[in-house]
């Protein structure tokens, strides 16, 4: 019996621990959102109906009631946006930095700027490049004049697979586009993207490969620095003011457009696979003293057949 124990808390106790393991954490994500679609600068006109006659920026406030701890992002939403319909409009062999005077045929009218009949293929090509969202986002504490510092890279949502498609081409990315024009409706070249951070400009830019990804509604602006000794733990409770740079002309997006400051910290995923594994570790555990129990008893030759308080010891070798 002891030998049935002990099997069965071995047994038990090895699946319970790969149960217990194999079960991942989960993301747990807390956020504040604002819908700024209707926001007024500061002279009171809706920015959507001035843009792109006119440059125009509102400020929101904010108010963060519970602290965001972990890596606090900024993300942007827009709510009725379909990429997936021009997902095709691209050049992949581009994109990888494999530069051709002559694009995908898949860019089709966004392959060219054409002045006085000369022809300039364009880098990035393509209408997803092209329509890539411009409002832009920066964050103070209200009282205080300077703001949060954005960094762009090392973005949530974004995997090294994703990564992995977008190459520069070889050596300086001035000079290697310099054959190539800025897309139709981008106001700075491919390489002015992030001029601070040559590793995150030209196509490896993490918000312009964000972009492009037409199956991520949620798209993910820039992050906080987390080694400001203030944000080391996240975006501590406060009231904050949300300044919105906004650039994206209506004609070519009416719907709503949202801006989301949002927390991921790593947590325990709760689950059944998870409960049956912890139930199983406690089960075997159990099971492994009782068998331990057993041997002992069997080692000191004391016969269980008799209440407790009449234990004696008996022979192994008495037939």
Known sequence: MSFGFAISGILGLTIGIVLRLSNPNDVYSCEYSKDYTDCLDVAKRKCSEIVPRAKCVCFLPLEIKEPLEGE??????????????????????????????????SCGNYSYIDEGGIKTPIAPCGYIADSMFTDSYKIRISGIEDYFEEVRSGLIGLTEEDRKYYRNPDGDLHE??????????????????????????????????????TDMKRKPAWRFNHSEPMLQDGLPANNYILRINYSYPSSRYAGRRKVIISSMKLVPKPGQPRLVGIILIYASILALLISAFLFYCAWKGIDLRYPIYQWRRVSFYKR
């Open 176 to 213: 290697a586009f310099k054959n190539f024009a800025k897309p139709k409706s981008w106001r700075m070249n491919v390489y002015e993207l992030d001029t601070r951070s040559p590793c995150n400009n030209g196509f490896q830019n993490e918000p312009f490969i964000a972009w492009m990804k």
């Open 72 to 105: 606090v992002t900024v993300f942007y939403e827009l709510e009725t946006f379909n990429q997936l319909e021009y997902g095709n409009s691209r050049d992949d062999e581009q994109l990888a930095g494999r530069l051709s005077m002559v694009p995908a045929s």
